[in-house]
């Protein structure tokens, strides 16, 4: 945002525009692929390190070798799979 | 240009965009300010529960693109071109610039942020948190009408656009497969995107294009089932061929990967729609240059006020102005629907609170002038027979736009019959695919099943889009659409009684919306039983009635009537829910203080 | 035609790599798996034997301590392991701790994680699947010319050929799963208009690596070319049904049995012996029956026959006498054919 | 004498493959049947044999009477059912997860793969025999076990702590899932009601309370004996070897040694073949061996007989040798 302030009312304007038509465009498409791809990881998550969530699934051997890959993730992943949802979450897009 | 400038549509059209400019400058920071006392330093669920997948905060110029595209669809079109007809076109215009003013953006804007200040929840958890399991179960029955409903609604309208203007199926069959294409490229081939979408644009044009110069390529021709059978109205045969053609469509959008095919061709789709909604808004202004004159057919006002409106065999597909007017033009005015885009992903990207009113708001005002546009198209266009045409519209705009850039008028004809064929079916497909997840929550098995559901869907849908009469049936969704609206208020002003702030801005409109929507409700089972009671049928389905018999009809018109009750009961639950909940909090508020 | 031996199954097969003993328990894998290497080895190649098995005789047979010493050549060109899968989990489970703490820059490993690390170790399975690794480990160095591997007593045994199966399948599925996943985050990029960046995924180079590793080998143990499967068993009603049990589930695995040995076979001649006692006769006598139904059961199947040997099997001298009748049977089928008198 | 002495009710036979477990566990079954005791015989052989040792059909998974013999049931325990319940629970599961999922791949595949855990089958047999121990072995005087090899049955019965421990932290993590769960979800009182009915947290729970049941019952020297059958060659015996220091490690009682297939002395020297001659010379140090080991600790020796035990009458036989033959 701070780079953009130099750059005059009519560039302002002009990145609205296009960015509002990536909004129109592209935006939730966008998001549809984003919870896709959520969706191919939970199947992924639980396919490994599931016994995380209680739910024994393979001999974990080789999915230690992956555990360090995952550490970032492991918390927004548990976040995302065990909240709630509800049809009425996933009617945009 | 004579001088006269009121017999154009433009200086009406401009008194909305005036109305609108103050809607968004005063009264929404009115409401943004003091009642949600909206501030850019209290973090929003996307920053709170940032996952990059659904929490994660977007620029609010993408999300107000976002949020409009979700909101607009056939609704600011259909809705005007019945209403014009029925209630001449300055009941319309008014309904869409006071509507919207005090309940349209007020409803889009209020629900975002009350899901901005509950974690960013949706529509269904919100009613389940304030007002229980019940409520919400009837919310989500009430959306399993909706979306059969507006389908059946949008199957027809585009059933006669492609029967009434021969060969404009041939550019929709250039898009869908330039969907494809275009997934292709970007998904599998990867190919930019800008790139793509060049290659999308050129295919798209060249489709319409090729059907306008080439006029051996507008096959088939219109009622080419139905021999013998003249003029433009769709007659039965003609229309369940094309509803069969819809149902392949919408099942392979309901099973096919989505990234595969539907994602792609929705925005292929949407770069003409952008296009055409964007020249036709400004066509209806520039009438003030361009001279294109309302047609002498139209009247402000025709009627509906009458006691003769109050007679259902006589008036079987409109009714009196108060309720119908109020159900005819939903989207526009005001959708319930877009509490449920508002609070489905857009409430859970707002990168701070304020972003709100540009994003919620703006995007219903937008689709309000969307809604002035379309009275504009319809306004400049003859008054047919006793029934609207679905082609009021595209010839409306075409020749609108036609007199600000001379393409010649089959051109814009084409354009805009493409437009809306295809407008309504990537919602339907769309609309589809929610099926398919509501179905997968509420029905039991094997119906909830994915490759079953759908078939369920498509069956109703079609059913009603050949038997029934569209523009009752619009008229019920209409009814399901405000009634949502309503409730979504009053969901709001349970939630703002909770918070002990001011309701009054969504307890009125709410209440207006509930009520009206309740007697339109009301109307339409009556309009139908005392059919059924008469032994009549209506006037749409005659063509029906005499190839296949008038008990089929009166089946359907039975069916149509038990749609009505239901909606009837849910609605009338729903309501009692919400006032009571709206009082036991107010009450509970009160003692508090 | 009727002679019978390794040595022509390594005639007819001369891709041979692998060969796997397997069958119940007590009928003497451990040593055949020990006389086949010695005698491969005697021949001047580089033999690898692995015992897979928990109860590990190797160490019995050879005399020498070999239990977790890593590969021992315990005579020229003859190398035995005989793991210690515990010290192997140990092991394991501290390198990749090691490894989460230089990536992360971390000196404590995050809670869940650790509890998920201890989990595992825990975990039922975790000994076999270390003791396969162990077995992928090996053939992916690739260090030797022939590998002799003595797998557990029947449940386990079949079981650790069928984890070649389902690990295979599994790492297929969640490579295609993060593949995936990366496919549509590149997607996403790619609408978003963002400079698209090659994907350097570092998982997924991981589980290309763990891919390779186990679906080359699965791959190698399901080659019938390069792997012989092949079961010992004894004339007993129990390990013949044993045997038979292990040949239908290695049809359900899609495998195919290469063989069998018949262990344990009285000597002919014995019988004819004036000088053995009734006793000794009698035992040969009620072998008979076994020995028929072993013959007409897997007739084509049979690869080799041990006699009874008059002592037990351990130590390199006794090795050597069953590693020549493993090679070149003194019994050949025709002698098992008149056994069964017919 | 019984050949078990002492009163425990759990005897777990157990020893290298090939050595005569199955032989010698049913005949300690009969020698207490024939006493009057109330007996269940329990293999969990991965290939079964009762039937055959028996001669008579046992098979199918659910005990049934020994015919002939009065006071002696058999069983031949069977864990299919256990696994196939156990898979469509975690299905379930999975689906659940899936319900909405708009996914480019096919979740089934996932699901099979996920459902041929190796540790369900281990688990199921584990289950049984809790079972046995905790419910249905309640009702007899006696309940042998005629285990599969000694590395199994070790784990089998929890000996190894390992398996508790895993039990203890899949359930935190189950109960630490379903926590978070219950905090992300706004159905509260549904989510709670679906905590409380998790099928697999229920069934880690109930797991790891018959297993501490177990455990205690297992290593009560007054309740639990455990019987290893060697042979007398050096690889059986240091299989034994090794397992009973384990076993002493754990603080589990050690019921005694049996000696199976001891060549008799005067067949031996009857023998002018040499062949038995020096087999038995062999078999004279190996015993030699085992007295020093094991001692006091011997509960008998059985000959290696000429033919295969097989039916009551020889059980018979081997029981009365067992007390009276002496190598």
Redesign the interface.
Known sequence: MGERKGLGFLSRIKDAISEAVYGIALHGQVASIKRMKMYTEYLFMLMTIGDMMGIPIVPPYYTLRLLPYMVPNIKGWKLRMLRERDVTDIISG | MTGVVFDTPAPYILLGLIVYAIAYLYYSKYVDRNIWQADPTRPTPAKLYFDGVEYFPVSRYVLYGYQFKSVAALGPIVGPMIAVHFYGWLPALLWLIIGNFFIGWVQDYSTMMMSVRREGRSMGPIVYELLGGRARTILLTYLVFYLIIIGAVFAWVIVSVINGVPGSFIPVVVILITGYIFGHLVFRMRVDVVRATLVALILVFAGIILVTAVKDLRVPSTNFLDPGVTGTQPASWTVLFWLLVLSVIYYLAAITPMIRWLLPTVYVGYLPAIIALVIVVIAAVATFITGVKIHETRAAYVGGASLEYFDPIKYPTTGPIWPMLFVTIACGAISGWHSLISTGLSSRQLEYETDARPVGGGAMITEGIVGLSSVAAIMVVARGAAQPGALDYPRGAATLVNALIPLGPDTWLYFYSVFVIIMGLITSMLFVRVFRMVAAELFPAPFNHYLVSPLIWIAIVVFLAWLGSWTNLWLYFGGTNQLLAGLALMVVAVFLASQRRPTWYVFWPGAFMIVTTLAAILWETYVYTAHLMQGQILSVQRPVAVKFGESLVHFTNALSAIFGVVLFILGLAMAYYLFTGYFRYRSQAEKAS | MSRIGFKYVFERMPELRIVIFAGKGGVGKTTSSAALSYKLASMGRRVLCFSTDPQASLSDIFERNLFGKGEIEVAPNLYVLEIDADKRIAEYVESIRRKIKEMYKIDEIPREVEDYIESAVAEPAMYESAVYDAMVDVVAEGKYDYYVFDMPPFGHGIRMVAMADILSKWVDKIFEARKEALELDAAAARLKGEKLLEYEDQMLKELEYIRGRIVSFSRLITDAKRTAFTMVLVPERMAILDTEKAIEMFEELGLKMRGVVVNQVYPPQLLEDPRAPDYLKKRVLAQRPYVREIYEKFRDLIVAVIPMLNREPKGLEAVRIVAEELWESSLDLGALEALTGR | MPIVRGGQRFIFVGG????GK?VVASAIALDFAMRGEKVLLASFN??H?LS?VFQQNLSGGVIKPVEGVKNLYAVEVEVEDIVKSYKEK?SK??RE?????????D?K??I???T????F???ATFDKMMDIVLKEGQEYDRVVFDT?????AI?LIGLSK??G??LQ??????????N??YQ????KD??LEEIKKDP??LD?LSLHERYVKVRENLSNPSTTTFIFVTIP????I??VK?FSDMVKAYDIPSGGVVVNMVI?RS?AE??????????WE?QER?LALIRELFGDNILGYIP?Y???V?GIKALETLIRDLEEFKP
């Open positions: 290298k493959g090939g050595v199955t991965p290939v044999s055959t975690i599961i999975i997860f899936l319900r909405w999922a708009e996914i480019p791949i979740p595949g996932f099979d793969i996920a041929t855990n190796p540790a089958q281990e688990a599969a090899a000694v590395a199994n784990r390992i398996y421990l895993w932290r899949v359930i935190k993590s189950r109960q630490e899932a379903l978070l769960r992300l979800s706004w159905r549904k989510v697999l947290l880690l060659t050096i690889l059986a240091s299989v090794r008799p067949e009857r023998d002018e073949t040499g062949f038995l001659k020096s087999k062999e190996n290696l000429p033919e295969d097989v």
